[in-house]
């Protein structure tokens, strides 16, 4: 059994009414059956409820009454070995999670309805999969997403290249779709690229994300495309052990919404908290990011994380995309890209193996976009929680 509450508070970039402080309260029970060395049965429920939201009724995103958020039927060697089956709703994660993934910071939290074989052997990991994402319904047992299909594979090598390289393939299928011009139809995105991390030296690591779209969206050609680059020193010989990330990412965007040409990139389902920005008010679509993050330890179950980011739109034809992937901000006549910058700190203290508690404070500061848009000041996201394992 797990129990996690997080209290936090937060506004709209371009509302500026008081702070909606709310609480998030999350209970899942879970169940793992070994009734073979090669057959086991995986099964969690989830209750997810959202306490002071002042919209009613609040975002699928937080609130979930009690459904079943895993379960899955795996085959094979199911705990390690060179074949894997698993058959169901699941959780899946590759690489960082910025392209697929099953986001532990949400209240309700992503999961999907995939067959999944994992293949092993020695410096190699091959994942396939087709399926679907699972859609949270407020009204009755979550579906597959209405029309909505996902295929894969992703690998992993680890003997090929001082360092691991991870390519892939994804497709996404869409049934109805609108197109720029007007008129519906279907939607075929696919997504290549690779993922690169290793060593530089002793204490400086790096990594490197190349990803490429195109395909048809009702009729609308696709192109478009994303890279991460990080540089990771870790100093763990010295007092509180810092570990400096230093990063860039970029995201295309639309540069005519209006053309019949698609060119914003898609971050798919990723898990983007915190990922630029602990206020996540920015997700991996039109973009450009560069930021620095400090990890320190002063001891071992406390853990302080420090930040700087700044933000630039990727095309002034296209908006501002939150961490959901969502475009929130659109300034139609916009004169400048500058999106703003943005302060962070964060918190995690491990009382015990089962309870863990944590604050944090994302602050956006706006530049002159968001002030175009009516977004002048600080936008500010305080958080405090707490977790207990049973």
Not at 149 to 155: D, M, S, V, W
Not at 208 to 226: K, M, S
Request: with cysteine.
């Amino acid at each position: 059994m797990q129990y996690r509450g997080r209290a936090e508070s937060s506004r709209g970039l371009v509302s500026h009414g008081d702070y909606d402080g709310y609480y998030l309260n999350r209970l899942r029970f879970g169940l793992t059956l070994d009734a073979h060395p090669h057959v086991q049965a995986v099964f969690q429920v989830q209750d997810a409820q959202t306490f002071a939201y002042a919209v009613k009724p609040a975002p699928r995103n937080m609130t979930n009454t009690l459904d079943l958020r895993v379960g899955y039927l795996a085959l094979g060697t199911v705990k390690g070995g060179p074949l894997a089956v698993r058959v169901g709703r699941q959780d899946m994660a590759f690489g960082e999670g910025r392209l697929i993934a099953s986001p532990e910071w949400g209240n309700t939290n992503r999961t999907f309805d995939v067959i999944r074989t994992t293949t092993t052997g020695p410096g190699y990991k091959v994942d396939t999969f087709a399926g679907a994402p699972v859609d949270i319904s407020q009204n009755g047992f979550d579906p597959k997403k209405p029309g909505e299909n996902l295929f894969g594979a992703y690998a992993s090598f680890d003997k090929l290249v001082p360092g691991v390289i991870e390519p892939f393939a994804l497709v996404r299928t869409t049934r109805r779709v609108a197109g720029e011009l007007g008129g519906t139809g279907r939607g075929v995105l696919y997504t290549v690229g690779g993922r690169m991390v290793g060593r530089i030296k002793a204490g400086v690591d790096y990594a490197i994300d190349i990803v490429a779209q195109r395909g048809e969206i009702a009729g609308d050609p696709v192109t478009a495309w994303a890279t991460h680059l990080a540089f990771i020193r870790t100093m763990s010989h010295t007092p509180w052990k810092p570990r400096v990330v230093v990063e860039y990412n970029f995201a295309s965007g639309d540069r005519n919404p209006k053309d019949g040409r698609r060119e914003t990139f898609d971050q798919l389902y990723a898990s983007n908290h915190a990922r630029y920005g602990l206020a996540d008010a920015v997700g991996w679509r039109n973009m450009h990011h560069a930021g620095m993050t400090i990890e320190l330890t002063p001891t071992k179950p406390f853990k302080v994380t420090t930040g700087v980011q700044r933000f630039f739109l990727a095309s002034l034809g296209d908006g501002l995309y939150g961490a959901g992937g969502s475009r929130t901000v659109f300034v139609k006549n916009a004169t400048s890209r500058d999106v703003g910058w943005e302060a962070d700190i964060a918190m995690a203290y491990t009382v015990s193996k089962e309870l863990s508690l944590g604050a944090g404070l994302g602050t956006l500061f706006a530049g002159p976009y968001l002030e175009q848009a009516g977004a002048p000041g600080t936008l500010c996201t305080p958080y405090v929680l707490w977790s207990m394992r049973f």
